[in-house]
DNA sequence: CCTCCCGTTTAAAGCGCTTTAAGAGATGTT
DNA sequence: AACATCTCTTAAAGCGCTTTAAACGGGAGG
């Protein structure tokens, strides 16, 4: 057996105690202490007691590494991650719960401006991770299928087709629906919304809304907007330069929204009252008491946890073809919404 | 050699080529393969050329958890990161860019409601992480020198005395101090702080107000805070209950300043003509364009650098004694304050 | 008393890479 | 021609764990 402990420049480096220590000082084999350590059914009772107290006793803790080389499964999932959204992070984060729940570790890694996500999911196969999870990824369809062939993918948050990849997402379109419905129902007749100009998500909530407004027959507009704040803050300014506001907009997102209510705000727009804003998201941002976002549920929990899901499926064997998950969003009424001011005749 | 294909239910499965397939193609051992890999000198230029032409025809990629476990260093830092705060996210992003330049690899874990920071340490030091970067950590001191025993760590964004670890922060007081010398500056004289309460942030803030007050001579009162939205909201609220408002309120974060601001829109309280605010952090919220909050810069950036080369400098042997490095904040004067309305008599 | 079987234990062979020390040629020296 | 010196290459021994297949010990059954 190697020694435990080195002499360097006449300091004493504890080095980490390995499977060989506590099999030793349990007297038994590292086959039975690896045995015992992971709950493999087998060792006597004897046994199984021994090495708990000498692993215990020394502090023993697995290495992950090695263990990761030698087990045929590494259960590691890995997920990319935009930091600086906190929708994505959100989800970063419910997916390393659901992932946890299963059994499975959760391998992050951040998108930066010098590695960029195909880099990153690189790094992260490289890992070993046995599937990777996208959250509302921007990449093309296209490589969002080269990358399927070398690992099972879903792709989360994101309306694109399955192909080869899962697919996990809540209908965009029917969600935004709701909030029509929702405004319709309040008395709103004249809706603008502000859309997620280039983002991904952006196509099928503007699409959604048009169809919406039509099926009510009420007047419908749609401005050009994007996915963060200061895109909303822009509508916002644009829209009070017109002669009229509208009574009600919906935002691409929240971050959007947080833009519009800003603005308007500070332009002396009351909301609800003169004009009723709806999000889209509900993240923590829309929750904030002070905020009180009415906005649209993406279930950050469970499409977290159905894409966990799908991913262990397919690990698991238990399926081959692609499948597309859709949720069904539901509309969170909050205080940013009300009838409007002077309800206009249908 | 074995084989590096196999059929599964008559499904061709590729196997990820190994070191010893590229060897094999180029017809070198995979000593010299490995050398060429990893970029060492010594391979002639003729074995370099084939063995990077065989890894490029194969697509090979190195295994990581094999290198790492081969290797003698990792190279890994592991940093726990708090998703859903902000500011800790920037500053994981910041310190996975720094140490991508130094050679180094990041291993993010998420700190969520099921396993907690000491339980994520634990997790990264399995993962053979060499160091932690703790990021404005909230654990109790006595924790922080535990942990240090294990492996080398730095304390980031937190005044706490460095005793086995490093801590490489900004200076709150003086932060805060440059605050109120830019409000005095403008006219200010009755100023109001609204503190961080429990959080580890909290104290040196509250005491850098003071002092600076007590200097100027000018009217300081601290109001108990926090360091989320609702904070700042509520602290708001307090003031406006009150029969009249200070004219400028320092945050003591960002997130509490746009608590803050958000209440004072909402009751027309124009920001910075009625009131001036402060916030603290210059994350990203601070620098949206409609926000445009004055705050302080923690310099996520450098501070991220600095952590990054405290932990290689005693990864690299060349320092064994803990360090402090204080870093000197500046203030960011942006859109949310200006003169007092009524200046008042000195 | 021998054989068979079963519950336990373990020796040993990997996992895919790095690294060390020795080997093989080629070149230079006396 | 013998030997020292380089340069380049590689066999082989790990890294710390898992896993397989074989070994072992002790009844039970014949």
Known sequence: MRPTSTAVKGVEVQRRPRLEDVAAAAGVSTASASLVLRDVPGPSARTRERVLAAAERLGYRADRTASLLARRRTRLLGVPVLLRDAFRAELAEEVQVAAHRHGYTVALSAITPVSDEPRVVEALLDMRCEAVLLLAPELPPADLVAL???????????????????????????????????????????????????????????????????????????????????????????????????????????????????????????????????????????????????????????????????????????????????????????????????????
Chains 1, 2 share one sequence.
């Open 148 to 346: 399927a062939t070398r690992a099972p993918v879903v792709v989360v948050a994101r309306h694109v087709a399955p192909d080869g990849f899962d697919v996990v997402r809540v209908a965009d379109e029917a969600g935004v629906g709701e909030a029509v419905d929702h405004l319709v129902d309040l008395g709103h007749r004249r809706i603008v919304h502000v859309d997620g100009g280039e983002a991904a998500m952006a196509a099928d909530r503007r699409t959604g809304f048009l169809e919406a407004v039509r099926r009510h027959g009420v007047d419908g507009r749609v401005l050009r907007g994007g996915s963060v704040e200061a895109a909303g803050a822009a509508a916002a300014r644009a829209l009070l330069d017109e002669p009229e506001l509208p009574t009600a907009v919906i935002a691409a997102n929240d971050r959007s929204a947080i833009g519009l209510l800003d603005v308007f705000l500070r332009a002396g727009v009351r909301v609800p009252q003169d004009v009723s804003v709806i999000g889209y998201d509900d993240g923590e941002l829309a929750r904030l008491s002070h905020i009180d976002l009415t906005t649209v549920s993406q279930e950050a929990a469970e499409q977290a946890e159905r894409a966990v899901g799908a991913a262990l499926e397919r690990l698991e064997g238990a399926r081959t073809d692609p499948v597309e998950v859709v949720l069904k969003p539901h509309l969170v009424i909050r205080g940013t919404t009300a009838p409007p001011r002077s309800p206009e005749a249908g």
